[in-house]
């Protein structure tokens, strides 16, 4: 079943992200003359608002507000492994928290890091599946 074809559709152009780089091809095909009108429409529809919006785009760091590192902080153990890990995985690992649209999901991300960063290990969002065993979780850093 690995290597069957999908049966299922992919969502449509309307809710997907499109990535800095998917943006740049769109402007390489147009100056070329290669952008189909399928193309155009599908980049028409794509929301600014979901752009180049994976964490590895961004212009400027995912941050904590001071209070929630202040309560990371305050957690000595939680801290001191989180700040031991590499860059790329404390980047990633702060953009699953403040990337959130609800104050109550941030709150628990929150939660989640300091307590599995206080047990000395990742958060289980950045293991190969997500918490439910949904494939799509964070990608691991592999420590």
């Known amino acids: 079943m690995a290597n069957a ?14 990535s800095a780089i998917n943006v740049a091809k769109i402007a390489e095909l147009r100056a070329v003359g290669r952008l189909r009108a ?3 429409a599908a980049f028409a529809e ?8 994976y964490s590895f785009e961004r ?8 209070e929630e590192e202040a ?3 305050a957690n000595a153990a939680a801290w001191a492994w989180f700040s031991a890990r590499p860059p790329s995985f404390r980047k990633q690992t702060l953009h699953w928290v403040v990337a959130v649209k609800r104050p109550e999901t941030r709150r628990a991300h929150l939660e989640t ?6 047990a000395g290990r990742p958060i289980k969002a950045s293991c190969a599946t997500g918490p439910r065993g949904v494939a799509g979780g964070m990608p691991g850093p592999g420590v």
């Open 71 to 73: 309560e990371f902080r």
């Open 5 to 18: 074809p999908r049966s299922a559709s992919r969502r449509g152009a309307k809710g997907s992200n499109w």
């Open 38 to 40: 399928a193309g155009e």
């Open 59 to 66: 212009a400027q760091d995912a941050e904590l507000t001071p």
């Open 46 to 53: 794509r929301r600014e608002d979901r752009t180049a919006v």
């Open 113 to 118: 890091l300091i307590q599995d960063s206080a």
